[in-house]
């Protein structure tokens, strides 16, 4: 079947990153998401924020190594998408009733679960990175996120040598590391 | 001593989680792991901050590239973002319910009419007061156009005096200069008026010292906006913005930055948003608390999601850190008065920024190559 090998073609090419893949699965279901939104109490830029949180939720998906989608990413991204707006709905008190939508929808309960887990912890990186200060924070992301070598890093940041800046990173990740952990052990996730 | 010890040995342990021990090292520092629980315990720490330290990135870089394509796509017309429809079921009660409706406002209607009518032929007339008032109203506003011509001139001597870089490559003897940005790919800028208002001859320049000739297409000294294009050949069109324009206002205290030309070099300003009106009680701009310098005049200001929310004018003389910009609406209004001209019909300009959520120095980096200098004769 000529459709279901797209498909799993697509997923593979958003498991690598790769743009032409996420741009299709984009142009092919942003509007449908959008339509479910924007009928249902939500503006343009809620159904921008759901559409992009329900590919991130697909991504972390398929990144696990689990292409196999027991549905059509189509029917996959709106259950997510309808599942993400009423958990909003509900959250900012409009919620009143049933969405009004009643399209084919699959159960994605086990996902959203573990995308829940996953958004903490990226929330407990975020705020223990912001609360950092500069310029460690810079220096901590220009180093574990961009990856750039220690020698770059020093020359960017006005070091001497990149024992200085190591020694300064250092000083950096044990606050970082500190923080994070607090947060992440309280926050059991 | 002790730092130091702990520093070389965090080293060793990101090393050995990364793979980039040699196989003697490798070796060694597993019989290490081995019999030293607390390195032990460190290893496992540390493989799991630095699973999350990758999750994190990962995420972050994914959701950065779907901000881009979604603007992309947005900007080829591939996807567009819908009208806000409030509730289908408030729509649904209104069409179910319109002839009623209809009917009920025309009765309201009719007894209105009717009883002003009755009003109207029995009640005395006055002699307009409100009229004069608003006439007066007209007056005092006047006045306080012309105190901010004033300040705005006073601010322009200041710029004369500041601007007398050479012009090479372009051959005009700048006089007047102040800051642009651009707000289509095509090469429409805006600036203040007062950056322009005297000058024949004007050019821009970015922060790579490329120069390059524009042209003046509207002017608003009422409002001190002017839009200006480039018209040179060298100049490259670029595909899209990757900030907005923003239509409503802002609130009071909302951070922004500025990035302008009060030199040759670009130099970027932190401050606050920190009155709703401009200098005395001018609606058409606000006050912000940021450094400004002559040849900041026209310069964009940002909020922190990247949207131009106004353009830096003016500075109230004797008065530290107050300074006023111009409403991004009024770009809106600007552009709507170039679209008659049938040329500029088609302009359009993007209110979605690509900007939100980056760093600040992120944001910066990708602005700055859209930020010129405004130079005139």
Known sequence: ?189 | MQDNKDLMMLDSVERYIKGEMNPDERLFFENLRKTNSEIDQMVVEHTLFLRQVNRYAVRKDFAANLNDIHHKLENAGTITTAANQHTGKLVFLWKKYKRVAGIAASIAGITAVGLSLLFNSVAPHPKDPQVKELVSKIEVLDQKTKNLDQKIDHVDNKATAAANSNASGIDINARYNGTGFLIDGKGLMITNAHVVKRSVNIYVENNKGEKFKAIVLKQDPARDVAIIKIVDDRFKPVASLPYGIRKTASDIAEPIFTLAFPSDKMVYGEGYLSAKTGFNGDTLSFQISVPANPGNSGGPVFNRNGEVIGILSAKEVGAEGAVFAVQSKYIFQALDSLRKNQLYEKVKVSQKSTLNGLDQTVQVKKIEDYIFMVKGD
């Open chain 1, 1 to 189: 079947m000529k459709v279901a090998y797209n498909e799993k073609e697509l997923l593979k090419g958003l498991a690598q990153n790769d743009k032409t893949a996420i741009e299709t699965i984009y142009k092919q279901n942003y509007n449908m998401v959008q339509a479910l939104i924007i009928n249902n109490n939500g503006l343009a830029d809620d159904a921008k924020d759901i559409f992009q949180e329900a590919l991130i939720v697909l991504y972390e998906k398929v990144t696990t190594g689990n292409f196999e989608l027991n549905c059509q990413i189509k029917t996959y991204l709106y259950s997510v998408s309808r599942r993400l707006w009423l958990k909003r709905l509900q959250q900012t008190n409009r919620y009143s009733s049933d969405l009004v939508n009643t399209d084919q929808i699959v159960a994605v309960e086990e996902d959203m679960e573990e995308h829940q887990k996953k958004d903490e912890e990226f929330e407990v990186m975020h705020q223990a990175l912001a609360t950092l200060g500069e310029p460690c924070k810079s220096l901590l992301e220009a180093f574990y996120l961009q990856k750039r070598n220690m020698q770059d890093i020093a020359a960017d940041f006005g070091y001497t040598n990149a024992d200085n800046a190591k020694t300064q990173k250092y000083k950096c990740l044990m606050r970082l590391k500190k923080t994070f952990f607090a947060k992440y052990h309280k926050g059991d996730v």
